[in-house]
């Protein structure tokens, strides 16, 4: 494979390996994602292998239905164990093949992969350790790289990163697991220094796993103890009083400044305090996603220009969505970036750019096509 372009041979299309599930308990999201992506790949351009990984980071090849990807009657999607036979993924710089290896067989080579659509919410693959399997075969992939997929999985270090560039961010403290242990009662007094009510958080984790809105003292320990079983390490944020604004980023084919889409506003309608796993994926009727977002045209402004130096000062490629606050008094803050969002035809990433005139199938193509024109080896 060239170290400039990653076009397949004239004699066939690019092949895509689309990679979802994996061992974060947002498994049956990545799996949700894939099925919406799945759906609008365009066959006629590219040949698409579906590889799955398992709960416990076996690689499966698995059958190219969407459908069976999909929630239904409440029931999550998953990988099974025993969904197909083993995948070896890329081994080797000057190879970017895969083997299919089954019990009493000899190893198959099932051919090169141009490009892999790594479609992972959460630690162990939108947090930078895929990325880096990759990088060190050089397989090109959508999306970020090491550096920004880790540092943005950790809303920790993204915080600091994004207030080292002069980004505003919300009043925050970090909760690490010996501080915890050892001086409960220091903490709980930096909490209370936030104000009531708070968040409570994983610090490394996505789909709003383990948060708790917590109003009154007496309720912090059972929602910090609720997050760290899912990270150790907790991030307790101070409520903002305001409206929940994203907005969609995408890497410019050119080179040039980051796209950015109209902004989308998420509305809580009843059922839920806040935005939280059951009302992203299970009550969608209390949920309402408005795109494009009901905003002054000098709000609009200022959340592109914000969603656009973020994805920047990230050092993010192919896309992001960023998730901000228009605060009562008018003050726009960024409260995170998501390098892999959720990426159903229904979720609010494709949705914004739908309303922003592109559809959620170019989407997906635009996203490839990036993917296969990237540099590889030293980046």
Request: charged share 20%; proline share 7%; hydrophobic share 40%.
């Amino acid at each position: 494979m060239s170290e400039t372009s990653a076009q397949a041979s004239p004699l066939r299309k690019p092949r895509v390996a689309v990679l979802f599930g994996g061992r974060s308990s947002e498994h049956a999201i990545s799996c949700v994602t894939a099925a919406g992506v799945l759906g609008a790949i365009d066959r006629s351009e590219y040949d698409v292998v579906p590889i799955g990984i398992t709960p416990t980071g076996r690689w499966v090849l698995v059958p190219d239905k969407p459908e069976l990807l999909q929630i239904s009657d409440g029931r999550l999607p998953a990988v099974e164990e025993d969904a197909g036979p083993t995948l070896l993924a890329p081994q080797a710089t000057d190879s970017q093949a895969l083997t299919l290896l089954e019990a009493g067989e000899v190893p198959q080579v099932l051919g090169g992969v141009d490009v892999v659509f790594p479609l992972l919410h959460g630690p162990y693959g939108e947090d930078g350790t895929v990325q880096g399997m990759l990088e060190l075969t050089d397989t090109r992939y959508v999306g970020s790289g090491v550096l920004a997929s880790a540092i943005s999985m950790d809303k920790h270090y993204m915080k600091v990163v994004l207030a080292g560039h002069g980004l505003p961010v919300g009043p925050y403290v970090v909760v690490a697991a010996r501080d915890w242990e050892q001086d409960p009662s220091k903490v709980r007094d930096a909490v209370a220094a936030l104000g009531w009510p708070v968040f409570v958080k994983p610090a490394r984790a996505g789909s709003s796993m383990g948060v708790t809105k917590v109003e009154t003292p007496e309720a912090l320990d059972q929602a910090i103890e609720f997050a760290q079983q899912h990270d150790r390490k907790v991030l307790v944020e101070a409520a903002i009083v305001g409206r929940e604004i994203e907005c969609g980023v995408i890497e410019a084919p050119d080179g040039g400044q980051p796209q950015t889409s109209l902004p989308g506003e998420i509305r809580v309608l009843a059922g839920h305090e806040f935005y939280d796993f059951e009302a992203k994926y299970l009550d969608e009727a209390n949920v309402a996603l408005d795109c494009p977002a009901d905003l002054p045209d000098d709000v609009t402004e200022e959340v592109r220009r914000l969603a656009a130096r973020t994805f920047e000062v990230m050092s993010c490629e192919g896309l992001a969505r960023v998730d901000l606050f228009y605060a009562d008094g008018g003050r726009v803050l960024v409260n995170e970036i998501n390098t892999m969002p959720g990426f159903t035809p229904f979720s609010m990433y494709p949705r914004m750019w739908q309303a922003s005139g592109v559809s959620y199938p170019e989407l997906v193509d635009r996203l490839i096509k990036l993917a296969l024109n990237r540099p590889i080896g030293l980046r």
